[in-house]
């Protein structure tokens, strides 16, 4: 398994969105810390990701890329997502 920060899931979570998530806030449904997507701790293995809350470890999100193409992305811990309209 592999550590990383956010930063690490720019390009996987704009091939899944269409558009760099980790420039946005998020707020942990476990501890209501907010902050950067970007400075979450990652967790990569080849079975998926898991992105955790720097500040009380819980589970915030959530990819796994299946072999047929298909992929499944959790947000089981965030409670909310900052965006910038353009």
Same mark, same amino acid.
């Given at each position: 398994m592999t550590l990383l920060d956010g930063n690490a899931l720019a390009g996987r979570l704009d091939d899944l969105l269409g558009w760099d998530a980790t420039a946005s /806030? %998020? *707020?942990?449904?476990h501890c209501g810390l907010t902050g950067l997507l970007a400075t979450?701790? %990652?967790y990569a293995s080849p079975m998926g990701t898991v %992105? *955790?809350? *720097? /500040?009380?470890d819980a589970v915030l999100l959530t990819v796994v890329d299946g072999p047929d193409g298909r992929s499944w992305l959790g947000? #089981? /811990?965030? #409670?909310? %997502?900052e965006m910038h309209r353009v």
């Open positions: /806030g %998020v *707020r942990c449904t979450a701790t %990652v %992105v *955790r809350c *720097r /500040g009380c947000l #089981s /811990g965030v #409670s909310a %997502v």
